[in-house]
């Protein structure tokens, strides 16, 4: 069984930071890509970050050069520094990986339960 669980959620006003958490656990194999995605109040779920096993990054248009994602391959950790918060980043973050599952032979997708930030203005 594998689980994903985020962290570090909550209220911050805007122009503020926060960094966000994710630990993988359960057994598998090796992780594959990790995604930050979120859901704003009455919104369709976006995409806001991906970055690959080898670090390569990518990043919505609306959050490049505010946000930034990294990850702990040793520890199973997926992380998102959140820095300048505008309150249209209000949302529901999830975290989202691709893991190799059955001593590598399968790819699965995973999904957190989410944290919730909230900007004020």
């Known amino acids: 069984q594998v689980q994903l669980v985020e962290s570090g959620g909550g209220l911050v006003q805007a122009g503020g930071s926060l960094r966000l958490s994710c630990a993988a656990s359960?057994?598998?194999?090796?992780?594959?890509?990790m995604h930050w995605y979120r859901q704003p109040p009455g919104k369709q779920r976006e995409l806001v970050a991906t970055i690959s096993r080898s670090d390569r990054t990518n990043y919505a248009d609306s959050v490049k050069g505010r946000f930034t994602i990294s990850r702990d391959n040793a520890k199973n950790m997926l992380y998102l520094q959140m820095n300048t918060l505008k309150p249209e980043d209000t949302a529901l973050y999830y975290c989202?990986?691709?893991?190799?599952?059955?001593?590598?032979?399968?790819?699965?997708?995973?999904w957190g339960q989410g944290t919730q930030v909230t900007v004020s203005s």
């Open positions: 359960g057994s598998f194999f090796s992780i594959n890509l």
């Open positions: 989202n990986a691709d893991i190799y599952i059955n001593e590598g032979r399968s790819l699965r997708n995973y």
